[in-house]
Protein backbone atom coordinates (compact mmCIF):
# COMPACT_ATOMS: atom_id res chain seq x y z
CA UNK A 1 0.00 0.00 0.00
CA UNK A 2 1.63 3.13 -0.89
CA UNK A 3 -0.07 6.27 0.99
CA UNK A 4 0.98 8.56 -1.43
CA UNK A 5 -1.11 7.33 -3.92
CA UNK A 6 -3.84 7.34 -1.60
CA UNK A 7 -3.45 10.99 -0.68
CA UNK A 8 -3.10 11.59 -4.48
CA UNK A 9 -6.11 10.47 -4.65
CA UNK A 10 -7.85 12.70 -1.38
CA UNK A 11 -6.08 15.82 -2.78
CA UNK A 12 -7.84 15.53 -6.42
CA UNK A 13 -11.35 14.50 -4.27
CA UNK A 14 -10.57 17.64 -2.47
CA UNK A 15 -9.74 19.85 -5.20
CA UNK A 16 -13.29 18.99 -6.59
CA UNK A 17 -14.94 19.83 -3.71
CA UNK A 18 -12.80 23.30 -3.46
CA UNK A 19 -14.52 24.17 -7.22
CA UNK A 20 -17.92 22.85 -6.36
CA UNK A 21 -18.38 25.03 -3.10
CA UNK A 22 -22.02 23.05 -2.66
CA UNK A 23 -20.42 19.89 -1.54
CA UNK A 24 -18.71 21.57 1.65
CA UNK A 25 -21.70 23.84 2.77
CA UNK A 26 -23.99 20.56 2.13
CA UNK A 27 -21.45 18.56 4.47
CA UNK A 28 -21.38 21.42 7.56
CA UNK A 29 -24.78 23.00 7.08
CA UNK A 30 -26.50 20.63 9.51
CA UNK A 31 -24.13 19.70 12.31
CA UNK A 32 -23.93 23.50 12.43
CA UNK A 33 -27.33 24.12 12.56
CA UNK A 34 -27.76 21.31 15.28
CA UNK A 35 -24.57 22.74 17.35
CA UNK A 36 -26.51 26.15 17.33
CA UNK A 37 -30.26 24.69 17.90
CA UNK A 38 -29.24 22.23 20.91
CA UNK A 39 -28.30 24.62 23.03
CA UNK A 40 -31.03 27.10 22.09
CA UNK A 41 -33.94 24.68 22.58
CA UNK A 42 -32.60 24.59 25.97
CA UNK A 43 -32.35 28.13 26.52
CA UNK A 44 -36.04 27.96 25.63
CA UNK A 45 -36.93 26.08 28.57
CA UNK A 46 -38.06 29.29 30.67
CA UNK A 47 -38.41 29.11 34.29
CA UNK A 48 -35.37 26.85 35.02
CA UNK A 49 -34.46 26.91 38.54
CA UNK A 50 -30.66 26.51 39.19
CA UNK A 51 -31.54 22.77 40.59
CA UNK A 52 -33.26 22.34 36.98
CA UNK A 53 -30.61 22.83 35.25
CA UNK A 54 -28.44 20.51 37.23
CA UNK A 55 -31.11 18.12 36.01
CA UNK A 56 -30.85 18.99 32.70
CA UNK A 57 -27.25 18.26 32.46
CA UNK A 58 -27.65 14.52 31.41
CA UNK A 59 -29.13 15.79 28.44
CA UNK A 60 -26.30 17.89 27.21
CA UNK A 61 -24.25 14.40 27.31
CA UNK A 62 -27.06 12.80 25.26
CA UNK A 63 -27.43 15.30 22.87
CA UNK A 64 -23.53 15.25 22.02
CA UNK A 65 -24.04 11.62 21.44
CA UNK A 66 -26.05 12.83 18.05
CA UNK A 67 -22.45 14.37 17.09
CA UNK A 68 -21.77 10.22 16.87
CA UNK A 69 -24.78 9.57 14.82
CA UNK A 70 -23.87 13.02 12.41
CA UNK A 71 -20.31 11.56 12.13
CA UNK A 72 -21.63 8.79 10.38
CA UNK A 73 -24.52 10.07 8.49
CA UNK A 74 -22.34 13.19 7.70
CA UNK A 75 -20.24 11.03 4.91
CA UNK A 76 -23.30 9.39 3.32
CA UNK A 77 -23.45 12.13 0.51
CA UNK A 78 -19.59 11.71 -0.35
CA UNK A 79 -19.29 8.59 0.73
CA UNK A 80 -22.43 6.99 -1.63
CA UNK A 81 -20.96 8.85 -4.54
CA UNK A 82 -17.07 8.53 -4.62
CA UNK A 83 -16.83 5.22 -6.46
CA UNK A 84 -20.53 6.00 -8.30
CA UNK A 85 -19.54 8.93 -9.02
CA UNK A 86 -16.42 7.87 -10.78
CA UNK A 87 -18.52 4.98 -12.76
CA UNK A 88 -21.03 7.72 -13.97
CA UNK A 89 -18.11 9.96 -15.23
CA UNK A 90 -16.20 7.25 -16.72
CA UNK A 91 -12.96 8.50 -14.83
CA UNK A 92 -12.50 4.49 -13.57
CA UNK A 93 -11.26 2.83 -16.55
CA UNK A 94 -7.81 5.79 -17.55
CA UNK A 95 -7.64 5.42 -13.34
CA UNK A 96 -7.50 1.52 -13.03
CA UNK A 97 -5.15 1.87 -16.03
CA UNK A 98 -2.26 3.17 -13.71
CA UNK A 99 -0.08 1.66 -11.34
CA UNK A 100 -3.03 2.64 -8.42
CA UNK A 101 -4.10 -0.44 -6.54
CA UNK A 102 -7.42 -1.65 -5.38
CA UNK A 103 -6.84 -0.62 -1.70
CA UNK A 104 -4.96 2.92 -2.32
CA UNK A 105 -7.99 3.84 -4.47
CA UNK A 106 -10.41 2.42 -1.49
CA UNK A 107 -8.18 3.68 1.33
CA UNK A 108 -7.94 7.44 -0.79
CA UNK A 109 -11.46 7.51 -1.24
CA UNK A 110 -12.37 6.49 1.88
CA UNK A 111 -10.08 9.57 3.44
CA UNK A 112 -11.64 12.01 1.26
CA UNK A 113 -14.84 10.90 2.46
CA UNK A 114 -14.16 10.91 5.57
CA UNK A 115 -11.47 13.88 6.48
CA UNK A 116 -14.35 16.82 5.63
CA UNK A 117 -16.95 14.93 7.28
CA UNK A 118 -15.15 14.24 10.81
CA UNK A 119 -14.18 18.19 10.54
CA UNK A 120 -17.80 18.78 9.39
CA UNK A 121 -18.69 16.76 12.90
CA UNK A 122 -16.00 18.87 14.89
CA UNK A 123 -17.55 22.20 13.76
CA UNK A 124 -20.83 21.45 15.22
CA UNK A 125 -19.34 20.23 18.11
CA UNK A 126 -17.61 23.00 18.82
CA UNK A 127 -20.34 25.22 18.27
CA UNK A 128 -22.50 22.81 20.63
CA UNK A 129 -19.80 22.58 23.66
CA UNK A 130 -19.66 26.81 23.13
CA UNK A 131 -22.80 27.70 23.46
CA UNK A 132 -23.63 24.99 26.44
CA UNK A 133 -21.01 26.55 28.32
CA UNK A 134 -22.29 30.09 27.57
CA UNK A 135 -25.30 28.61 29.22
CA UNK A 136 -23.62 26.62 32.72
CA UNK A 137 -21.80 29.54 32.97
CA UNK A 138 -24.48 31.68 33.30
CA UNK A 139 -27.28 29.47 35.19
CA UNK A 140 -24.57 27.30 37.34
CA UNK A 141 -21.03 29.85 37.28
CA UNK A 142 -18.83 26.64 35.44
CA UNK A 143 -18.31 25.46 32.38
CA UNK A 144 -19.44 21.91 31.30
CA UNK A 145 -17.34 21.23 28.33
CA UNK A 146 -14.27 20.00 27.97
CA UNK A 147 -14.62 17.19 29.68
CA UNK A 148 -13.87 13.24 29.94
CA UNK A 149 -17.29 12.15 28.47
CA UNK A 150 -17.36 14.45 25.40
CA UNK A 151 -13.50 13.67 24.72
CA UNK A 152 -14.31 9.54 24.57
CA UNK A 153 -17.64 10.71 22.37
CA UNK A 154 -15.85 13.00 20.14
CA UNK A 155 -12.64 11.72 19.71
CA UNK A 156 -12.96 8.32 19.96
CA UNK A 157 -16.50 7.53 19.06
CA UNK A 158 -17.14 10.05 16.31
CA UNK A 159 -14.12 9.26 14.33
CA UNK A 160 -14.62 5.97 14.46
CA UNK A 161 -18.37 6.15 14.02
CA UNK A 162 -17.51 8.48 10.44
CA UNK A 163 -15.01 5.88 9.21
CA UNK A 164 -17.97 2.90 9.94
CA UNK A 165 -20.51 5.25 8.17
CA UNK A 166 -17.76 6.43 5.16
CA UNK A 167 -17.00 2.61 4.56
CA UNK A 168 -20.64 1.44 4.84
CA UNK A 169 -21.73 3.62 1.91
CA UNK A 170 -18.49 3.22 -0.07
CA UNK A 171 -19.91 -0.41 0.02
CA UNK A 172 -22.83 0.41 -1.43
CA UNK A 173 -21.22 3.01 -3.71
CA UNK A 174 -19.30 0.22 -5.24
CA UNK A 175 -22.26 -2.28 -5.81
CA UNK A 176 -24.87 0.25 -6.85
CA UNK A 177 -24.53 2.37 -9.98
CA UNK A 178 -26.86 5.09 -9.50
CA UNK A 179 -25.85 8.04 -6.59
CA UNK A 180 -29.64 8.14 -5.56
CA UNK A 181 -30.09 4.39 -4.79
CA UNK A 182 -26.18 4.46 -2.62
CA UNK A 183 -27.73 7.10 -0.80
CA UNK A 184 -31.10 6.02 0.34
CA UNK A 185 -29.28 2.87 1.30
CA UNK A 186 -26.61 4.67 3.04
CA UNK A 187 -28.33 6.82 4.96
CA UNK A 188 -30.16 3.55 6.70
CA UNK A 189 -26.94 3.24 8.79
CA UNK A 190 -28.17 5.78 11.07
CA UNK A 191 -30.59 3.35 12.60
CA UNK A 192 -28.85 1.25 14.19
CA UNK A 193 -27.06 4.35 15.95
CA UNK A 194 -30.38 5.40 17.11
CA UNK A 195 -31.13 2.54 18.29
CA UNK A 196 -27.84 2.60 21.04
CA UNK A 197 -29.45 6.48 21.14
CA UNK A 198 -32.41 5.46 22.45
CA UNK A 199 -31.32 2.74 24.99
CA UNK A 200 -29.40 4.92 26.12
CA UNK A 201 -32.20 7.49 26.46
CA UNK A 202 -34.35 4.65 27.83
CA UNK A 203 -31.97 3.57 30.66
CA UNK A 204 -31.36 -0.10 29.11
CA UNK A 205 -27.76 1.15 28.60
CA UNK A 206 -25.61 4.03 30.04
CA UNK A 207 -24.35 6.40 27.95
CA UNK A 208 -21.35 7.07 29.84
CA UNK A 209 -17.34 6.87 28.95
CA UNK A 210 -17.22 3.21 29.59
CA UNK A 211 -20.42 2.32 27.01
CA UNK A 212 -18.68 4.98 24.42
CA UNK A 213 -15.56 2.99 24.34
CA UNK A 214 -17.33 -0.27 24.02
CA UNK A 215 -19.00 0.85 21.62
CA UNK A 216 -16.06 2.29 19.43
CA UNK A 217 -14.56 -0.47 19.78
CA UNK A 218 -17.76 -2.68 18.15
CA UNK A 219 -17.49 0.49 15.54
CA UNK A 220 -13.39 -0.06 14.67
CA UNK A 221 -14.09 -3.50 14.31
CA UNK A 222 -16.97 -3.60 11.99
CA UNK A 223 -15.17 -0.62 10.14
CA UNK A 224 -12.17 -3.09 9.14
CA UNK A 225 -14.29 -5.44 8.34
CA UNK A 226 -16.33 -3.32 5.84
CA UNK A 227 -13.06 -1.69 4.61
CA UNK A 228 -11.66 -5.09 3.65
CA UNK A 229 -15.24 -6.36 2.30
CA UNK A 230 -14.86 -3.20 0.30
CA UNK A 231 -11.67 -4.29 -1.22
CA UNK A 232 -12.38 -7.79 -2.05
CA UNK A 233 -15.85 -6.27 -4.19
CA UNK A 234 -14.10 -3.73 -5.57
CA UNK A 235 -13.81 -6.24 -9.23
CA UNK A 236 -11.65 -4.26 -11.80
CA UNK A 237 -12.77 -6.39 -14.53
CA UNK A 238 -16.81 -5.82 -13.15
CA UNK A 239 -16.52 -2.18 -12.92
CA UNK A 240 -14.84 -2.10 -16.60
CA UNK A 241 -17.17 -4.03 -18.48
CA UNK A 242 -20.59 -2.89 -16.26
CA UNK A 243 -19.90 0.73 -15.85
CA UNK A 244 -17.49 1.87 -18.52
CA UNK B 1 7.23 -6.02 -27.24
CA UNK B 2 3.66 -6.78 -27.41
CA UNK B 3 2.92 -10.85 -27.72
CA UNK B 4 0.06 -12.55 -27.54
CA UNK B 5 -0.43 -16.17 -27.99
CA UNK B 6 -3.99 -17.84 -28.07
CA UNK B 7 -5.28 -15.37 -26.19
CA UNK B 8 -9.15 -15.69 -25.45
CA UNK B 9 -11.46 -13.80 -23.44
CA UNK B 10 -15.20 -15.26 -22.80
CA UNK B 11 -17.98 -13.45 -20.60
CA UNK B 12 -20.35 -16.34 -19.42
CA UNK B 13 -21.08 -18.28 -22.57
CA UNK B 14 -20.03 -15.07 -25.06
CA UNK B 15 -16.58 -15.42 -26.39
CA UNK B 16 -15.41 -11.65 -27.32
CA UNK B 17 -12.14 -12.40 -28.29
CA UNK B 18 -10.89 -16.09 -29.78
CA UNK B 19 -7.74 -17.45 -29.74
CA UNK B 20 -6.11 -14.41 -30.39
CA UNK B 21 -2.49 -14.81 -31.66
CA UNK B 22 -0.14 -11.68 -32.40
CA UNK B 23 3.60 -10.11 -32.15
CA UNK B 24 3.58 -6.76 -32.43
CA UNK B 25 7.44 -5.09 -32.96
CA UNK B 26 8.78 -2.33 -31.07
CA UNK B 27 8.11 1.00 -32.57
CA UNK B 28 5.43 -0.61 -34.81
CA UNK B 29 2.36 1.36 -35.29
CA UNK B 30 -0.08 -1.79 -35.26
CA UNK B 31 -3.92 -1.11 -36.48
CA UNK B 32 -6.57 -3.37 -34.99
CA UNK B 33 -9.86 -3.27 -37.36
CA UNK B 34 -13.36 -4.84 -36.82
CA UNK B 35 -17.03 -3.86 -36.43
CA UNK B 36 -18.35 -3.00 -33.03
CA UNK B 37 -18.32 -6.01 -30.95
CA UNK B 38 -15.68 -7.83 -32.63
CA UNK B 39 -13.45 -8.03 -29.77
CA UNK B 40 -11.07 -5.21 -30.27
CA UNK B 41 -11.35 -2.66 -26.72
CA UNK B 42 -11.64 -6.23 -24.89
CA UNK B 43 -8.40 -7.02 -26.50
CA UNK B 44 -6.92 -3.53 -25.14
CA UNK B 45 -8.60 -4.12 -21.94
CA UNK B 46 -6.86 -7.39 -21.65
CA UNK B 47 -3.30 -6.31 -22.99
CA UNK B 48 -3.50 -3.30 -20.04
CA UNK B 49 -4.58 -5.72 -17.51
CA UNK B 50 -7.84 -4.09 -16.93
CA UNK B 51 -9.83 -7.23 -17.52
CA UNK B 52 -8.87 -10.81 -16.88
CA UNK B 53 -8.24 -13.19 -19.60
CA UNK B 54 -10.13 -16.43 -19.66
CA UNK B 55 -6.71 -18.60 -21.47
CA UNK B 56 -3.60 -18.26 -23.51
CA UNK B 57 -0.66 -16.43 -22.73
CA UNK B 58 0.14 -12.63 -23.54
CA UNK B 59 3.27 -10.55 -23.31
CA UNK B 60 3.90 -6.81 -22.45
CA UNK B 61 7.70 -6.77 -23.04
CA UNK B 62 9.27 -9.12 -20.66
CA UNK B 63 6.12 -9.23 -18.48
CA UNK B 64 3.33 -11.65 -18.40
CA UNK B 65 -0.28 -10.21 -18.44
CA UNK B 66 -2.18 -12.18 -15.35
CA UNK B 67 1.11 -12.06 -13.19
CA UNK B 68 0.08 -9.93 -10.36
CA UNK B 69 3.40 -8.65 -9.96
CA UNK B 70 4.29 -8.38 -13.42
CA UNK B 71 0.75 -6.15 -13.77
CA UNK B 72 2.34 -3.16 -11.75
CA UNK B 73 5.34 -2.71 -14.18
CA UNK B 74 3.41 -3.19 -17.36
CA UNK B 75 1.36 -0.40 -16.21
CA UNK B 76 4.22 1.91 -15.94
CA UNK B 77 4.97 1.12 -19.55
CA UNK B 78 1.39 1.68 -21.07
CA UNK B 79 -0.89 4.25 -21.55
CA UNK B 80 -4.25 4.11 -22.75
CA UNK B 81 -6.48 6.00 -23.97
CA UNK B 82 -9.85 4.64 -23.64
CA UNK B 83 -12.94 4.61 -25.64
CA UNK B 84 -14.49 6.66 -22.81
CA UNK B 85 -12.10 9.24 -21.97
CA UNK B 86 -13.02 10.01 -18.68
CA UNK B 87 -11.89 13.28 -17.80
CA UNK B 88 -12.46 14.88 -14.26
CA UNK B 89 -14.83 17.83 -15.89
CA UNK B 90 -14.34 19.73 -12.51
CA UNK B 91 -10.59 19.97 -13.05
CA UNK B 92 -8.41 22.07 -14.95
CA UNK B 93 -6.57 20.58 -17.77
CA UNK B 94 -2.93 21.02 -16.20
CA UNK B 95 -5.17 19.31 -13.13
CA UNK B 96 -6.32 16.41 -14.83
CA UNK B 97 -2.59 16.01 -16.00
CA UNK B 98 -0.88 16.97 -12.61
CA UNK B 99 -2.98 13.75 -11.88
CA UNK B 100 -2.47 10.99 -13.20
CA UNK B 101 1.61 12.16 -13.54
CA UNK B 102 2.08 11.55 -9.14
CA UNK B 103 1.21 7.91 -9.97
CA UNK B 104 4.13 7.17 -11.58
CA UNK B 105 6.40 9.12 -8.71
CA UNK B 106 7.26 12.00 -11.26
CA UNK B 107 8.90 14.65 -10.03
CA UNK B 108 6.82 18.08 -9.88
CA UNK B 109 9.53 20.01 -11.99
CA UNK B 110 9.40 17.16 -14.58
CA UNK B 111 5.57 17.10 -14.42
CA UNK B 112 5.46 20.46 -15.40
CA UNK B 113 7.89 20.08 -18.08
CA UNK B 114 6.19 17.72 -19.62
CA UNK B 115 2.06 18.80 -19.04
CA UNK B 116 4.05 21.96 -20.90
CA UNK B 117 5.05 19.99 -23.28
CA UNK B 118 1.95 18.42 -24.89
CA UNK B 119 -0.53 20.69 -23.83
CA UNK B 120 1.62 23.30 -26.16
CA UNK B 121 2.53 20.05 -28.78
CA UNK B 122 -1.41 19.50 -29.28
CA UNK B 123 -2.96 23.43 -28.71
CA UNK B 124 -4.23 23.23 -25.77
CA UNK B 125 -1.67 25.40 -22.96
CA UNK B 126 -3.73 28.60 -23.41
CA UNK B 127 -6.30 26.63 -21.94
CA UNK B 128 -4.45 24.66 -19.31
CA UNK B 129 -6.94 26.45 -16.33
CA UNK B 130 -9.79 25.53 -17.82
CA UNK B 131 -12.03 23.22 -16.54
CA UNK B 132 -12.07 20.19 -19.03
CA UNK B 133 -16.23 20.15 -18.60
CA UNK B 134 -15.75 23.14 -20.95
CA UNK B 135 -13.58 21.68 -23.65
CA UNK B 136 -14.50 20.52 -26.63
CA UNK B 137 -14.78 16.81 -27.57
CA UNK B 138 -12.12 17.04 -29.46
CA UNK B 139 -9.94 19.19 -26.87
CA UNK B 140 -10.99 16.57 -24.51
CA UNK B 141 -9.49 13.70 -27.01
CA UNK B 142 -6.27 15.68 -26.88
CA UNK B 143 -6.12 15.98 -23.46
CA UNK B 144 -6.98 12.53 -22.66
CA UNK B 145 -4.09 11.79 -25.27
CA UNK B 146 -1.55 13.82 -23.27
CA UNK B 147 -3.08 12.07 -20.16
CA UNK B 148 -1.85 8.54 -21.70
CA UNK B 149 1.73 9.85 -22.55
CA UNK B 150 2.44 11.51 -19.06
CA UNK B 151 4.24 9.04 -18.17
CA UNK B 152 6.44 8.67 -21.16
CA UNK B 153 5.20 4.80 -21.87
CA UNK B 154 6.76 2.74 -24.45
CA UNK B 155 3.58 1.41 -25.16
CA UNK B 156 0.29 3.58 -26.19
CA UNK B 157 -2.86 1.58 -26.13
CA UNK B 158 -5.79 4.12 -28.38
CA UNK B 159 -9.07 3.12 -28.59
CA UNK B 160 -10.76 4.70 -31.51
CA UNK B 161 -8.72 8.48 -30.97
CA UNK B 162 -10.83 10.02 -33.92
CA UNK B 163 -14.39 8.54 -33.29
CA UNK B 164 -16.68 11.23 -32.84
CA UNK B 165 -14.46 13.72 -33.80
CA UNK B 166 -14.62 16.77 -36.24
CA UNK B 167 -12.29 16.62 -39.30
CA UNK B 168 -10.26 19.35 -38.35
CA UNK B 169 -9.96 17.69 -35.09
CA UNK B 170 -9.72 13.87 -35.85
CA UNK B 171 -6.44 15.45 -38.38
CA UNK B 172 -4.77 17.06 -35.44
CA UNK B 173 -5.12 13.75 -33.37
CA UNK B 174 -3.50 11.76 -36.55
CA UNK B 175 -0.73 13.95 -37.05
CA UNK B 176 0.36 13.79 -33.68
CA UNK B 177 -0.32 10.00 -33.77
CA UNK B 178 2.24 10.54 -36.39
CA UNK B 179 4.69 12.17 -34.24
CA UNK B 180 4.41 9.64 -32.13
CA UNK B 181 4.85 7.09 -34.39
CA UNK B 182 8.32 9.28 -35.45
CA UNK B 183 9.14 9.07 -31.25
CA UNK B 184 9.44 5.40 -32.18
CA UNK B 185 6.69 4.61 -29.83
CA UNK B 186 5.21 0.88 -29.96
CA UNK B 187 1.11 2.14 -30.56
CA UNK B 188 -2.00 -0.14 -30.77
CA UNK B 189 -4.56 1.53 -32.48
CA UNK B 190 -8.29 0.07 -32.40
CA UNK B 191 -10.15 1.62 -34.82
CA UNK B 192 -13.25 1.24 -37.71
CA UNK B 193 -11.94 4.08 -39.88
CA UNK B 194 -10.11 2.41 -42.17
CA UNK B 195 -8.58 5.66 -43.98
CA UNK B 196 -7.22 6.12 -40.63
CA UNK B 197 -5.44 2.57 -40.68
CA UNK B 198 -4.04 3.51 -43.61
CA UNK B 199 -2.43 6.25 -43.24
CA UNK B 200 -1.29 5.69 -39.79
CA UNK B 201 -0.38 1.60 -39.13
CA UNK B 202 2.57 -0.11 -40.34
CA UNK B 203 0.50 -3.76 -39.93
CA UNK B 204 -3.43 -4.03 -39.31
CA UNK B 205 -5.05 -6.99 -38.08
CA UNK B 206 -8.66 -7.55 -39.01
CA UNK B 207 -10.36 -9.07 -36.04
CA UNK B 208 -14.11 -10.32 -35.95
CA UNK B 209 -14.03 -12.47 -32.58
CA UNK B 210 -11.16 -14.29 -34.46
CA UNK B 211 -7.85 -12.75 -35.86
CA UNK B 212 -8.45 -12.61 -39.65
CA UNK B 213 -6.09 -11.38 -41.43
CA UNK B 214 -3.11 -9.15 -40.63
CA UNK B 215 -0.70 -7.73 -42.90
CA UNK B 216 0.73 -4.83 -43.95
CA UNK B 217 -2.11 -2.21 -46.04
CA UNK B 218 -0.94 -2.66 -48.59
CA UNK B 219 0.31 -6.79 -48.66
CA UNK B 220 -3.83 -6.99 -47.84
CA UNK B 221 -5.01 -5.16 -50.82
CA UNK B 222 -2.75 -6.90 -52.64
CA UNK B 223 -3.50 -10.25 -51.42
CA UNK B 224 -7.15 -9.74 -52.66
CA UNK B 225 -6.79 -9.34 -56.31
CA UNK B 226 -3.74 -8.34 -56.66
CA UNK B 227 -2.53 -5.46 -58.92
CA UNK B 228 -4.86 -4.41 -62.02
CA UNK B 229 -3.83 -1.93 -64.92
CA UNK B 230 -6.33 -0.19 -66.44
CA UNK B 231 -5.82 0.86 -69.80
CA UNK B 232 -8.02 3.32 -71.73
CA UNK B 233 -7.86 3.15 -75.39
CA UNK B 234 -9.79 5.55 -78.56
CA UNK B 235 -11.55 2.75 -79.57
CA UNK B 236 -11.28 -1.14 -79.21
CA UNK B 237 -11.87 -4.40 -81.02
CA UNK B 238 -10.85 -7.91 -81.69
CA UNK B 239 -7.48 -7.54 -82.96
CA UNK B 240 -6.35 -5.57 -79.47
CA UNK B 241 -8.09 -7.95 -77.21
CA UNK B 242 -6.67 -10.99 -78.86
CA UNK B 243 -3.07 -9.04 -78.96
CA UNK B 244 -3.10 -8.57 -75.36
CA UNK B 245 -4.88 -12.12 -73.83
CA UNK B 246 -2.19 -13.46 -75.83
CA UNK B 247 0.18 -12.23 -73.21
CA UNK B 248 -2.10 -12.18 -70.24
CA UNK B 249 -4.39 -14.95 -71.17
CA UNK B 250 -8.06 -15.21 -69.00
CA UNK B 251 -6.95 -12.06 -67.47
CA UNK B 252 -8.03 -9.09 -69.34
CA UNK B 253 -12.06 -7.83 -68.59
CA UNK B 254 -12.92 -5.28 -71.47
CA UNK B 255 -14.96 -2.18 -70.21
CA UNK B 256 -16.30 0.00 -72.59
CA UNK B 257 -13.06 1.33 -74.11
CA UNK B 258 -11.30 -0.05 -71.29
CA UNK B 259 -8.95 -2.93 -70.80
CA UNK B 260 -8.80 -3.87 -67.26
CA UNK B 261 -5.33 -6.31 -66.95
CA UNK B 262 -4.60 -8.44 -63.58
CA UNK B 263 -1.04 -7.89 -63.00
CA UNK B 264 1.76 -9.22 -61.07
CA UNK B 265 4.10 -6.57 -61.42
CA UNK B 266 3.27 -3.82 -63.43
CA UNK B 267 6.43 -2.07 -63.88
CA UNK B 268 8.02 -5.49 -65.80
CA UNK B 269 4.58 -6.33 -67.58
CA UNK B 270 2.96 -3.04 -68.59
CA UNK B 271 5.27 -1.37 -71.10
CA UNK B 272 4.88 -5.57 -73.08
CA UNK B 273 0.69 -4.77 -72.90
CA UNK B 274 1.35 -1.28 -74.22
CA UNK B 275 3.46 -2.55 -77.27
CA UNK B 276 1.26 -5.53 -78.20
CA UNK B 277 -1.59 -2.88 -77.94
CA UNK B 278 0.33 -0.48 -80.11
CA UNK B 279 1.26 -3.31 -82.78
CA UNK B 280 -2.57 -4.23 -82.76
CA UNK B 281 -3.42 -0.69 -84.01
CA UNK B 282 -4.71 0.10 -80.85
CA UNK B 283 -4.13 4.09 -79.59
CA UNK B 284 -3.48 4.32 -75.82
CA UNK B 285 -5.20 7.68 -74.05
CA UNK B 286 -4.45 6.87 -70.47
CA UNK B 287 -3.05 3.88 -67.77
CA UNK B 288 -4.11 3.69 -64.88
CA UNK B 289 -2.96 1.04 -61.74
CA UNK B 290 -5.38 0.29 -59.60
CA UNK B 291 -5.19 -2.00 -56.50
CA UNK B 292 -8.55 -2.92 -53.95
CA UNK B 293 -8.85 -0.65 -51.07
CA UNK B 294 -8.41 -1.86 -47.23
CA UNK B 295 -12.26 -1.36 -47.56
CA UNK B 296 -12.57 -4.21 -50.04
CA UNK B 297 -10.63 -6.41 -47.90
CA UNK B 298 -12.07 -5.29 -44.58
CA UNK B 299 -15.05 -6.18 -45.86
CA UNK B 300 -14.39 -9.40 -48.08
CA UNK B 301 -13.11 -10.30 -44.04
CA UNK B 302 -15.96 -9.25 -41.86
CA UNK B 303 -18.34 -10.53 -44.29
CA UNK B 304 -17.05 -13.70 -44.91
CA UNK B 305 -17.49 -13.13 -48.62
Known amino acids: MDFENAWNVVSKDFAIFKKKRSIIYSLTILPAAIGIAFPIILILIKNLSQSSYVALLPA ?39 PLTDGEIILGKTLSAFIPSILATYLGAAVFMIFSDIITFQQLGYILYPNWTAAAFLLVAAPLACIFGTEFNMLVSIRVNDPR ?5 GGALYLPLLVVFILGEAGTIPLDTKTILIFSGILLV ?5 FYINKSLFQREEIITKYT | MIDAENLTKKFDKITAVDNLTLHISEGEVFGFLG ?58 AYQNLDYYGRFYKISKEQRRERIEYFLKMLGLW ?77 RVGI ?8 DTPKNLTQSLSGIKTVIQLETINDKIIMAVEKLKPGEVEVSDNKLVINVTDPELENPDILKAIETAGGRVQLVNEVTSTLEDVYLKYVRGE
Open chain 1, 60 to 98: FNALLFWFIILAAIIPVAVASYSIVGEKLEKTLEPLLAT
Open chain 1, 181 to 185: TAQNY
Open chain 1, 222 to 226: VAIII
Open chain 2, 35 to 92: PNGAGKTTTVRMLAGLISKTSGTARIGEYDIGNNKDMQKIRRMIGLLPENVGLYENLS
Open chain 2, 126 to 202: DQKDLSAGKFSKGMKQKLAIARALIHDPQILFLDEPTANLDPEAAKTVRDFILELKRENRTIFLNTHLLSEAEKLCD
Open chain 2, 207 to 214: IKTKLLAV
